[in-house]
């Protein structure tokens, strides 16, 4: 008997001793987790030029552990986008060690105008010597950046003493199509450290080309006067210029790839960086926009350039690839733009739609502009459904039209009260649907113009019928527009006013629509 109470009790014992070997195993595991997570840090805002013309955000993310500093600058050339664009979003990533300095818009004032260099009689005033701001960085130790844009740049640089710099550039053709350009490549500065990381960044995005010809490839070195090449020269920073192709590709597309070098980068460096498909993120109150740009999508419409203006909203562009991976958990309202409607639903996807669907039905906003009014609304099965409305007629031509705010418009849109001009692109023409599941949409503008079919009968009359309607969808709302206030000279708080609507927010300049008004 006491042999076995024994043998009972040394069982019992190692038991114990086994769990707690196991607990403490569990717990160092969890400490060497929780010490490789990527540091949940607000990125710090600072003012380049601050009260000057010229003043622009940097950010400044420290992972609070030792590790490299790298800079990320973009907007030289206000007439590349994409790569503003993307250091606008990698503002909002995470790093597990390190520092990652942010400039998104160093030339904010040619950014403004959408021209490569600052406008002569801003840069005449500003005192800058040259127009070009990737022509005003010294050469050597000895000299002085030419203006007080570039010096106050060339501060932010010797302040923050970053190992690594990559500047976001872009070309207007393929380098390796078309000597001319140097699109779809990276420019690396001689040491061999930045020459072995642009070939891993070039093999980065290339994995993701189907097209042979798209291909990037790395050139040496960056041309004197560059940001790059001064940082390299005079400091002796790993730098780099990342230039993608405008061509026809969408911005999402650019700013992507942008993206996938950066990441690859700061991977690299074992800084351990957020999903690369990260676009947006605290928007502190304001409205967070994604503006759709996939196939079928308009690329030369520049809604997003009109709702920040002055605005309290944040527009990023996505494609399919930051759809795909839940981008739109992170907006409040998805603009689908003009273009085609079919080629919309095609890029979106089974999946993309579904995705858009369970977005607005869990609160999100949707508005819609001529071909994505059509995709809105219930026609067919591949449309969306998120409004009860019948596409029948559309195709009636391109034309300046006259559109009138309906009373439930005027407290949402603006108290114009008078019909008034608004461009129109073959955008539709509806009637009530017949989705039981669905409530009944509201009109808030409707057409004062009557313009013929092309080559055939219309079903309806263009004059009196609805140009904007809208309705909530369970929890979010949808608004669908038939013509194009975005591309008006005048009527871009019309859209940003939808843009409200759709958010939740109604403006504070119109009466709110009572709730209503809108079913």
């Given at each position: 008997m006491k042999l076995t109470?024994w043998?009972?009790?040394?069982?019992?014992?190692?038991?114990?001793?086994?769990?707690?070997?196991?607990?403490?195993?569990?717990?160092?595991e969890?400490?060497?987790?929780?010490s490789?997570?990527?540091?949940?840090?607000?990125?710090?805002?600072?003012?380049?030029?601050?009260g000057t013309a010229?003043a622009?955000?940097?950010?400044?993310?420290d992972s609070?552990?030792?590790?490299?500093?790298?800079?990320?600058?973009?907007?030289m050339?206000?007439?590349e986008?994409?790569?503003?664009?993307?250091?606008?979003q990698?503002r909002?990533w995470?790093?597990?060690?390190?520092?990652?300095?942010?400039?998104?818009e160093a030339?904010?004032l040619?950014?403004?105008?959408?021209t490569?260099?600052t406008?002569?009689?801003v840069a005449a005033?500003l005192?800058?010597?040259?127009?070009?701001?990737?022509?005003?960085?010294?050469?050597?130790?000895?000299e002085?950046?030419?203006?007080p844009?570039?010096?106050?740049?060339?501060?932010?640089?010797?302040?923050?003493?970053?190992?690594w710099?990559?500047?976001l550039?872009?070309g207007?053709?393929?380098?390796?199509?078309?000597?001319?350009?140097?699109?779809?490549?990276?420019?690396?500065?001689?040491s061999?450290?930045?020459?072995?990381e642009?070939?891993?960044?070039?093999?980065e995005v290339?994995?993701?080309l189907?097209?042979?010809?798209?291909?990037?490839?790395v050139?040496?070195?960056?041309i004197?006067?560059?940001?790059?090449?001064a940082?390299?020269?005079?400091?002796?920073?790993?730098?780099?210029?990342?230039?993608?192709t405008?061509?026809?590709q969408?911005i999402?597309?650019?700013?992507?790839?942008?993206?996938?070098?950066?990441?690859r980068?700061?991977?690299d460096?074992?800084?351990?960086?957020?999903?690369?498909e990260?676009?947006?993120?605290?928007?502190?109150g304001?409205?967070?926009?994604?503006?759709?740009?996939?196939e079928?999508?308009?690329?030369?419409?520049?809604?997003?350039?009109k709702l920040v203006?002055?605005?309290?909203?944040?527009?990023?562009?996505i494609?399919p690839p930051?759809?795909g991976a839940g981008a739109?958990?992170?907006?409040?309202?998805?603009?689908?733009?003009?273009?085609?409607?079919?080629?919309?639903a095609?890029?979106?996807?089974?999946?993309g739609?579904?995705?858009?669907?369970q977005f607005?039905?869990?609160?999100?906003?949707?508005?819609g502009?001529?071909?994505?009014?059509?995709?809105?609304?219930s026609?067919y099965?591949w449309?969306?459904?998120?409004?009860n409305a019948?596409?029948v007629?559309?195709?009636?031509?391109?034309?300046v039209?006259?559109?009138?705010?309906t009373?439930?418009g005027?407290?949402?849109?603006?108290?114009?009260?008078a019909?008034?001009?608004?461009?129109?692109?073959?955008g539709?023409?509806?009637?009530?649907?017949k989705r039981?599941?669905?409530?009944?949409?509201k009109?808030?503008a409707?057409?004062?113009?009557e313009?013929?079919m092309m080559?055939?009968?219309?079903?309806?009359?263009?004059n009196?019928s609805?140009?904007?309607?809208a309705?909530t969808h369970?929890?979010?709302r949808?608004?669908?527009?038939?013509?194009?206030?975005?591309?008006?000279?005048g009527?871009?708080?019309?859209?940003?006013?939808?843009?409200?609507?759709?958010a939740?927010?109604?403006?504070?300049?119109?009466?709110?629509?009572?709730?209503?008004?809108?079913?």
């Amino acid at each position: 008997m006491k042999l076995t109470v024994w043998r009972i009790l040394c069982v019992a014992a190692c038991l114990a001793m086994l769990a707690a070997s196991q607990a403490c195993a569990a717990a160092q595991e969890g400490q060497a987790a929780a010490s490789t997570a990527p540091a949940k840090v607000a990125p710090v805002e600072h003012m380049l030029g601050a009260g000057t013309a010229f003043a622009t955000p940097y950010y400044v993310i420290d992972s609070g552990k030792p590790g490299p500093t790298v800079m990320i600058n973009g907007g030289m050339h206000g007439d590349e986008p994409a790569g503003a664009a993307a250091a606008r979003q990698i503002r909002f990533w995470t790093i597990a060690r390190g520092k990652l300095i942010v400039l998104p818009e160093a030339n904010r004032l040619a950014l403004e105008v959408r021209t490569r260099s600052t406008p002569k009689a801003v840069a005449a005033k500003l005192g800058m010597e040259e127009t070009n701001l990737n022509r005003c960085f010294a050469s050597t130790r000895k000299e002085s950046p030419k203006g007080p844009l570039a010096a106050a740049i060339w501060a932010v640089l010797k302040e923050v003493k970053p190992e690594w710099l990559v500047d976001l550039h872009e070309g207007f053709a393929v380098a390796g199509e078309n000597s001319s350009s140097v699109g779809s490549s990276v420019i690396s500065s001689r040491s061999q450290e930045a020459r072995g990381e642009a070939q891993a960044m070039v093999d980065e995005v290339n994995a993701t080309l189907t097209d042979e010809e798209m291909r990037f490839l790395v050139k040496s070195q960056p041309i004197a006067g560059s940001l790059a090449r001064a940082a390299a020269d005079v400091m002796g920073v790993h730098s780099m210029i990342a230039e993608t192709t405008t061509g026809d590709q969408p911005i999402s597309l650019r700013s992507r790839q942008h993206r996938l070098m950066v990441h690859r980068l700061l991977a690299d460096l074992k800084m351990e960086p957020c999903s690369v498909e990260v676009v947006m993120g605290d928007a502190a109150g304001k409205i967070r926009v994604a503006i759709y740009d996939g196939e079928g999508a308009h690329q030369g419409l520049s809604i997003d350039h009109k709702l920040v203006d002055g605005s309290d909203m944040l527009v990023e562009r996505i494609g399919p690839p930051e759809l795909g991976a839940g981008a739109l958990a992170h907006f409040d309202v998805l603009i689908m733009p003009g273009g085609s409607a079919s080629a919309e639903a095609r890029s979106l996807g089974l999946d993309g739609r579904q995705t858009v669907r369970q977005f607005v039905a869990g609160g999100g906003g949707y508005v819609g502009i001529c071909a994505g009014a059509y995709l809105g609304t219930s026609t067919y099965q591949w449309y969306l459904g998120l409004v009860n409305a019948t596409v029948v007629d559309g195709g009636r031509g391109k034309d300046v039209v006259t559109m009138e705010l309906t009373a439930e418009g005027r407290k949402l849109l603006g108290e114009k009260t008078a019909p008034f001009e608004v461009r129109y692109a073959n955008g539709p023409i509806v009637v009530p649907g017949k989705r039981t599941d669905l409530p009944a949409y509201k009109e808030l503008a409707v057409f004062r113009t009557e313009l013929e079919m092309m080559d055939r009968e219309p079903n309806v009359q263009m004059n009196g019928s609805p140009a904007i309607v809208a309705a909530t969808h369970q929890r979010g709302r949808a608004m669908c527009i038939s013509p194009h206030p975005e591309a008006t000279t005048g009527l871009e708080d019309l859209v940003r006013s939808a843009v409200r609507w759709a958010a939740g927010r109604e403006s504070t300049s119109a009466t709110p629509l009572p709730a209503a008004a809108i079913p």
